[in-house]
């Protein structure tokens, strides 16, 4: 099982691929409807370089359901997560062809 501070830094990895597939996709639909590449590129990127806020923490849980609840709310955004990663995958391969 991994540590707490491996899977913080994993999930802030997966944050910052999908923003910058976010980026990178609204960077490709401006370029296609027009816009000058380099107003596009200040569009699409201006947010890329943040600050990283502080860990968000779980609200005080003080018995098993509600450890419960906030293990089912971590699982749909896992799954949500895990959908959106998918999408970014075929949308690239598809870019690369």
């Not at 502080?54 to 895990?82: C, F, Q, T, W």
């Amino acid at each position: 099982m991994a540590t707490p501070e491996e899977t913080f830094k994993r999930t802030m990895k997966t944050k910052a691929a999908l923003d910058l597939f976010r980026a990178f996709k609204k960077f490709q639909e401006l370029l296609e409807s027009g816009v000058d590449s380099g107003a596009a590129f200040l569009q699409a990127f201006w947010g890329v370089y943040y600050a990283v806020p502080p860990v968000p923490r779980p609200d005080y849980i003080g018995e098993v359901n509600g450890l419960y609840e906030a293990m089912k709310e971590a699982h749909l955004h896992l799954a949500e997560l895990s959908r959106e990663t998918e999408e970014a995958m075929a949308y690239l391969k598809g870019s690369m062809k």
